[in-house]
T-cell receptor
Framework: DAGITQSPRHKVTETGTPVTLRCHQT?????MYWYRQDPGHGLRLIHY???????DKGEVSDGYSVSRSKTEDFLLTLESATSSQTSVYFC???????????FGDGTRLSIL | DQQVKQNSPSLSVQEGRISILNCDYT??????FLWYKKYPAEGPTFLIS?????DKNEDGRFTVFLNKSAKHLSLHIVPSQPGDSAVYFC?????????????FGQGTILTVHP
């Protein structure tokens, strides 16, 4: 299995609070991604990174920001969480954009 | 606008028989396609991929077929095993400014009965 660790694995928080999810990889891969999975939608790309300090938006980026200060870490931040951001969040990595992405085990986030 | 669609939410097959999972796409710029399998409480696991220059790719029990004119791909699992029971997602990506970005279908729940 690809060395990807997501933390926390579960989190419950209240509307309006900031939340940061962490993705840590040990594969030294250049590309890292954040997705959310919701019923009826499959996985949707939130943001991705193609190198340290290089990030770009995905399909559902509103309300989310990301940072990548080191190759191994990719942080996803919800500045002011809303109930619509209740979801399962997955991090993925790949060596380049045309290689299969490998996923972490997800973070289940509930916003009350 | 769902650019990748899996129109069958679920599929049930008998152990030993063939499972066929289908996926349709609308974006003609997609040139790389993948299938992932997902068990509950785990992340998706890569199964098999195909680029648009091919129409078939095999890996053991798994074969992916691509029909570019119909914008359709399918995953065949032969023979199906109970351990194949999972959610299957197809995904697609394009080159250019979309390089590396995957668009997923909604998923199909496969149940293989012993």
């Amino acid at each position: 299995d690809a060395g990807i660790t997501q933390s926390p694995r579960h989190k419950v928080t209240e509307t309006g609070t900031p939340v940061t999810l962490r993705c840590h990889q040990t594969e030294n891969h250049r590309y890292m991604y954040w997705y959310r999975q919701d019923p009826g939608h499959g996985l949707r790309l939130i943001h991705y990174s193609y190198g340290v300090k290089d990030t770009d938006k995905g399909e559902v980026s509103d309300g989310y920001s990301v940072s990548r200060s080191k190759t191994e870490d990719f942080l996803l931040t919800l500045e002011s969480a809303t109930s619509s951001q209740t979801s399962v969040y997955f991090c993925a990595i790949s060596g380049n954009g045309n290689q299969p992405q490998h996923f972490g085990d997800g973070t289940r986030l509930s916003i009350l | 606008d769902q650019q990748v669609k899996q129109n069958s939410p679920s599929l049930s097959v008998q152990e030993g028989r063939i499972s066929i999972l289908n996926c349709d796409y609308t974006n003609s710029m997609f040139d790389y396609f993948l299938w992932y399998k997902k068990y509950p409480a785990e992340g998706p696991t890569f199964l098999i991929s195909i680029s648009s220059i091919k129409d078939k790719n095999e890996d053991g029990r798994f074969t992916v077929f691509l029909n570019k004119s119909a914008k359709h791909l399918s995953l065949h699992i032969v023979p199906s095993q109970p351990g194949d029971s999972a959610v299957y997602f197809c995904a697609a990506s394009a080159g250019g400014t979309s390089y590396g970005k995957l668009t997923f279908g909604q998923g199909t729940i496969l149940t293989v009965h012993p």
